[in-house]
Nanobody, 126 residues
Framework: QVQLVESGGGLVQPGGSLRLSCAAS????????MGWFRQAPGKEREFVAA????????DYADSVKDRFSISKYNALNTVHLQMNSLKPEDTAVYYC???????????????????WGRGTQVTVSS
């Protein structure tokens, strides 16, 4: 069982930046591909970014490409989401997720993730 805890959310003005962190309890964190998803009020959960287990391949939703960056630090059991040039439409609860252990791929569908954190709120507003 992998426990994930997100942090780093908050209120930021449009154009600002935030760095989300996700800490994992599992010592074999290095064996898991990771992802970030978000859910805005009244909307379905949507894919934001994904990274493979070794951390050398990534994928992003078109809406955040060139603004967000995902990184994985296996030695520290953490994954980060650096968010720049934030827009009001980025406002949502952001969730960290861990995929199938030992899978060499990264995943863009929520159904492909086995473990989820409880989320951290990001609000972009002036």
């Amino acid at each position: 069982q992998v426990q994930l805890v997100e942090s780093g959310g908050g209120l930021v003005q449009p154009g600002g930046s935030l760095r989300l962190s996700c800490a994992a309890s599992e010592r074999t964190f290095r064996n898991y591909p990771m992802g970030w998803f978000r859910q805005a009020p009244g909307k379905e959960r949507e894919f934001v970014a994904a990274i493979n287990l070794s951390g050398d391949r990534t994928d992003y939703a078109d809406s955040v490409k060139d603004r967000f960056s995902i990184s994985k630090y296996n030695a520290l059991n953490t994954v980060h989401l650096q968010m720049n040039s934030l827009k009001p439409e980025d406002t949502a609860v952001y969730y960290c997720a861990a995929g199938s252990q030992y899978s060499q791929n990264y995943f863009t569908r929520a159904a492909e993730y086995d473990y989820w954190g409880r989320g951290t709120q990001v609000t972009v507003s002036s």
